[in-house]
């Protein structure tokens, strides 16, 4: 634990790109001969790191799927607890920088694990949106890797004239978000209702051509 300890701070300070076994020893206060026995090698330190993040990411989504609520609030909230997460992770924003610099085995598989997992949570919002024809994997996409390059990047530059590095564009991008959800759920419901007159029009011998004319 004080190796990893000490692998949070290090990275805190520096990234991941940077780092080597010595600088963990000198931060952990320890030597090189005990991190090898502990994990092996370096990039068994970096793994048990990775597994980490990996573990605290699960447990929300876990969360978020044992509650079984698939209402539009929830899928705001959730929206809303990604930016949340990350914005107070440091570690999980670096995770994320490393992993879209440095092309290896092991960032691809922490990427692979993350998006294994963010699956299951869209398999579970699919059941919200079915029949509605939204494509809510490609929609939460958007919206998730908006949220994280905004959070990667709000300190370099206002994005667009909204400055993310303060509170008042955080609030606004809660506010959006909040909207967005807003604005699916009344997508949703005027698909359905369109797919219901259709149907209706189909019934009473209305040629297929006028009923997509007419519903434009």
């Given at each position: 634990m004080d190796i990893l300890?000490?692998?949070?701070?290090?990275?805190?300070?520096e990234g991941f790109c940077q780092l080597n076994i010595s600088k963990l020893a000198k931060e952990s206060q320890t030597d090189v001969n005990a991190i090898l026995r502990c994990f092996g090698s370096f990039e068994g330190v970096l793994k048990a790191f990775l597994y980490q993040l990996e573990g605290r990411y699960n447990f929300r989504q876990k969360g978020c799927l044992e509650t079984n609520n698939q209402s539009i609030e929830e899928y705001s909230d959730f929206?809303?607890?990604?930016?949340?997460?990350?914005?107070?992770?440091?570690?999980?924003?670096?995770?994320?920088?490393?992993?879209?610099s440095d092309t290896t085995p092991l960032t691809n598989g922490y990427a692979y694990s993350r998006e294994a997992s963010d699956k299951q949570m869209i398999d579970h919002w699919k059941v919200l949106f079915d029949g509605s024809g939204l494509q809510i994997d490609v929609i939460t996409a958007i919206l998730a890797g908006g949220i994280r390059y905004i959070i990667l990047n709000r300190k370099h530059a206002p994005m667009y004239g909204v400055d993310f590095?303060?509170?008042?564009?955080?609030?606004?991008?809660?506010?959006?978000?909040?909207?967005?959800g807003d604005m699916l759920a009344k997508q949703k419901e005027e698909i359905k209702l369109?797919?219901?007159?259709?149907?209706?029009?189909?019934?009473?011998?209305v040629p297929q051509e006028l009923i997509d004319e007419y519903l434009k």
């Open positions: 300890d000490g692998m949070a701070r290090l990275v805190q300070k929206l809303q607890q990604i930016l949340d997460d990350l914005r107070l992770d440091y570690p999980a924003q670096q995770a994320l920088r490393w992993e879209t590095a303060t509170r008042e564009g955080m609030a606004q991008l809660k506010d959006t978000l909040s909207q967005l369109k797919q219901k007159i259709a149907a209706r029009m189909k019934e009473k011998g």
